[in-house]
């Protein structure tokens, strides 16, 4: 069975930084797409980052040269690395993957990411 496990959610202050780290397990199939999604209280679910297997990238506006989405193929592991973090970036952040061999996505539980101003 698959298991995608979200790590590294946690407090920071406005400015710090944070890394988040996506773990894939159960399957020995590759990963297509890999992306972070995040939700605040009250909002909708957003895009964060999204990376294919090529390697290409794309990012939500909002953190646009702040944040940074990158994996390690051995691992099996995605990670997001967050800077200049500000409050609005407080939400319950997911990570989402695509195997090859499999017709829907996976999802992870979710991690806190909590920034005080």
């Known amino acids: 069975q698959v298991r995608v496990v979200e790590s590294g959610g946690g407090w920071a202050q406005a400015g710090g930084s944070l890394r988040l780290s996506c773990a894939v397990s159960?399957?020995?199939?590759?990963?297509?797409?890999a992306g972070w999604y995040r939700q605040a209280p009250g909002k909708q679910r957003d895009l964060v980052a999204v990376?294919?297997?090529?390697?290409?990238?794309n990012y939500g506006d909002s953190v646009k040269g702040r944040f940074t989405i990158s994996r390690d193929d051995a691992k099996k592991t995605v990670y997001l690395q967050m800077n200049s973090l500000k409050s609005e970036d407080t939400a319950v952040y997911y990570c989402?993957?695509?195997?090859?061999?499999?017709?829907?996505?996976?999802w992870g539980q979710g991690t806190q990411v909590n920034v005080s101003s």
């Open positions: 159960g399957s020995t199939a590759s990963i297509v797409r």
């Open positions: 989402n993957v695509r195997l090859r061999l499999y017709a829907f996505d996976h």
């Open positions: 990376m294919y297997s090529g390697g290409d990238t």
